[in-house]
């Protein structure tokens, strides 16, 4: 599995969405599914998929699925 | 009168001062802003200045100008709620929020000057309850005060609002994985 394809399922397994709902334009509180509550796991299930440990700036920075992607090349993980 | 300036969850509390009317009046008429206030009239200069003047001294309420990364994004208010008390010796108080910078609207941010305040009023002031009235019309910040704990007590069916508690317990029950996430460390 690419990071790509592990980010898409690190989305779908915190928010409960499906895969093909995570695209790019997908942001924090555009859908129901993710809320601040969701926000934490996803964050949880980045870092335990990645092996990093995002700072706050990342944390609150990390506002939709392209910006976790320009997040993660910090850490330097390329999706 | 508020004197009090904290930092907590990456943000800066300000008790305000004339010098932040401008900014204040700007985002108060800002219309997604304005739907969701009680009064929802367009505010002159000169009544926002009439405003702080009249609550710059008061003891009933106090507000801030909240600053992240050395911008303003919003502002926070307490106000006492039991009738001849000061925010200081009220056990129950109303709090307030609006983020006026667009960038940090709905982002886990808005979480930081509400944290930042409520654990302010639980460990210094007598605070032992926050009260919310909230228009059923605005379920985002119904949900926002759910996440922080608040339980929906009253809603009237007369009325448009509803009444909202948070206790101190709830409180620290509901946010303490919020506030780790808020309150890491930066990289170095």
Redesign the interface.
């Known amino acids: 599995m690419n990071n790509n394809e592990k980010l898409i399922n690190a989305f779908t397994t915190a928010l409960g969405i499906e895969a093909e709902n995570v695209t790019d334009d997908l942001t924090y509180n555009a859908i129901p599914q993710w809320d601040s509550t969701a926000h934490m796991v996803l964050i949880a299930e980045i870092e335990n998929v990645f092996d990093v440990m995002l700072d706050t700036d990342d944390i609150i920075d990390l506002s939709s699925v392209a910006q976790a992607k320009i997040i993660l090349q910090k850490y330097d993980v390329n999706t | 009168m508020n004197k009090q300036t904290f930092t907590a969850y990456?943000v800066t509390l300000t008790p305000i001062a004339r010098e932040h009317q401008h900014v204040l009046r700007h985002w108060r008429n800002d219309p997604e802003i304005q739907q969701q206030m009680f009064s929802a009239n367009y505010i002159t200069e000169e009544q926002q200045l009439a405003w702080f003047d009249r609550i710059n001294d008061c003891n009933t309420q106090w507000h801030w100008i909240v600053s992240y990364k050395g911008e303003f994004i919003g502002s926070t208010n307490i106000k006492a709620i039991q009738k001849g008390q000061s925010v200081v010796e009220s056990q129950t108080l109303e709090a307030g929020l609006y983020i006026g910078d667009a960038r940090y609207k709905?982002?886990?941010?808005a979480?930081a000057p509400t944290l930042a305040m409520y654990d302010f009023c639980f460990e210094n002031l007598a605070t032992k309850e926050f009260k919310a009235l909230v228009k059923t019309t605005n379920s985002a910040a119904i949900?926002y005060n759910q996440?922080l704990g608040y339980k929906i007590k009253a809603q009237s069916p007369d009325t448009d609002v509803c009444e909202m508690i948070l206790t101190e317990q709830d409180y620290r029950l509901n946010t303490t994985?919020?506030k780790q996430?808020?309150?890491?460390?930066?990289?170095q």
């Open positions: 990456q709905g982002n886990v941010l979480f949900n996440k994985v919020l996430l808020l309150s890491r460390a930066k990289k």
